[in-house]
């Protein structure tokens, strides 16, 4: 059977270009990739290994998973006593259990977790001079991880990411025309596609139209929130559900990934989501050099693939 052809997509309304290349994905290969970290030494996430006067934040545990905490970075990118590089940086270490993955981990203690979220963005919001905050997660050497103890970061800033700019001018030019937010259009649209993975009263998860990596996949509220912190109850819950659902999908494949979401304080228009971004393929040449993405699984097979 000859090989699906390829084709370019653009993202929903920004000049981002993809090509999937259904065919590519059977191209031979003789590297071997490796997505495991090995520990050299000992946990600094433990319990027993915790400096408890880096904690700055706490989600009580239920039965089990201990307590999710928040504790200071020890090497942070950025600092509040620092006008050169101004900002906060801490780390989520999400579970006591040192062997137990977020994919694992169960969905109260999942909950937890987005707790914390909450809970880190509401008290980093208080500080004016910060108008960014990223809250975001590394597993597996291929996606950055140093530290196989399940964790994640929280890196906030004065500094609002180009990338953000242009999608909040575009989501503006959008609204402008329409009336009408285009993530919301976007929600609407893809949970009648074969890009759904996940959707219920009050949550949505797909593969997004133009995925720059494979097996990508965004959750987003229904609800029109510009931030973690306005999800309520049942957001939270179905949020925890569907994001379960995709991180098992992606441990079975033993895939690296990047899990992140954003908040720009200042932006009240903003449409608030999860990505999650696996970290199979490696961009190459033609990413770096011209900035179109090959990306070899197609969002409609990916959506396939999680529903399964």
């Not at 504790?71 to 942070?76: D, M």
């Not at 995925?211 to 510009?226: G, K, M, N, T, V």
Request: hydrophobic content about 35%; some cysteine; overall charge positive.
């Amino acid at each position: 059977m000859a090989s699906k052809k390829s084709e370019i997509r653009q993202h929903y309304f920004l000049k981002k270009y993809v090509i999937i290349t259904p065919g590519r994905a059977k191209r031979p290969r003789d590297v071997k990739e490796q997505t495991v970290i090995k520990r050299t030494a000992k946990c600094p996430f433990c319990p027993e290994n915790i400096d408890k006067k880096t904690i700055v934040d706490k989600v009580e545990s239920g039965n089990s998973g201990g307590s999710v905490l928040a504790v200071k970075n020890i090497f942070p990118a950025v600092s509040l006593n620092n006008p050169k590089a101004f900002g906060a940086q801490e780390v989520i270490i999400e579970t006591s259990k040192h062997t137990q993955e977020l994919a694992n981990l169960s969905e109260a203690e999942i909950s937890r977790v987005i707790k914390m979220y909450i809970q880190r963005t509401k008290e980093l919001s208080k500080n004016k001079k910060l108008d960014y905050i990223l809250c975001f997660k590394n597993q597996g050497s291929k996606a950055g991880a140093s530290i196989i103890h399940a964790h994640s970061q929280v890196f906030a800033s004065n500094l609002i990411p180009p990338d953000l700019k242009e999608e909040a001018l575009a989501l503006k030019k959008y609204k402008a025309k329409s009336g009408r937010c285009a993530y919301c259009d976007i929600i609407k649209k893809e949970t009648k596609s074969k890009r759904k993975i996940y959707s219920d009263k009050y949550i949505a998860a797909f593969a997004p139209y133009a995925s720059q990596y494979h097996y990508e996949a965004w959750i987003f509220p229904r609800r029109h929130l510009d931030n973690i912190t306005l999800l309520n109850k049942d957001e939270q819950k179905s949020l925890v559900k569907s994001l379960k659902i995709i991180l098992k999908k992606m441990q079975a494949l033993d895939l690296s990934f990047n899990l992140f979401l954003h908040n720009v304080i200042s932006d009240k228009n903003q449409h608030f989501y999860i990505k999650v971004q696996p970290r199979d393929s490696v961009w190459a040449g033609v990413e770096l050099g011209s900035g179109l993405v090959i990306n070899s699984v197609p969002p409609e097979e990916a959506a396939r693939y999680y529903k399964s």
